[in-house]
């Protein structure tokens, strides 16, 4: 059977790129909304969907098993 990680790890690989490393200085590294935007040169606001876009999708997955 196939490990929750594996689960997890399959869902961040089918994130944009983008998506998927705004969520990860987010929730892993602690970056701020405003960080994230001056990285990549974008709106706080963007900063933010991107990271809810993650999230959303990263929860469907969860509650689909």
Same mark, same amino acid.
């Given at each position: 059977?196939?490990?929750?990680?594996?689960?997890?790890?399959?869902?961040?690989?089918?994130?944009?790129?983008?998506?998927?490393?705004?969520?990860?200085?987010?929730?892993?590294?602690?970056?701020?909304?405003?960080?994230? $935007? $001056?990285?990549?040169?974008?709106?706080?606001? $963007? $900063?933010?969907?991107?990271?809810?876009?993650?999230?959303?999708?990263?929860?469907?997955?969860?509650?689909?098993?």
């Amino acid at each position: 059977s196939r490990g929750l990680g594996d689960v997890y790890k399959r869902q961040l690989d089918s994130l944009t790129q983008l998506q998927r490393t705004a969520f990860l200085l987010s929730r892993v590294e602690g970056k701020k909304y405003r960080e994230i $935007a $001056a990285i990549y040169n974008i709106s706080e606001k $963007a $900063a933010g969907k991107r990271v809810l876009d993650a999230l959303e999708k990263l929860r469907e997955t969860i509650d689909n098993l």
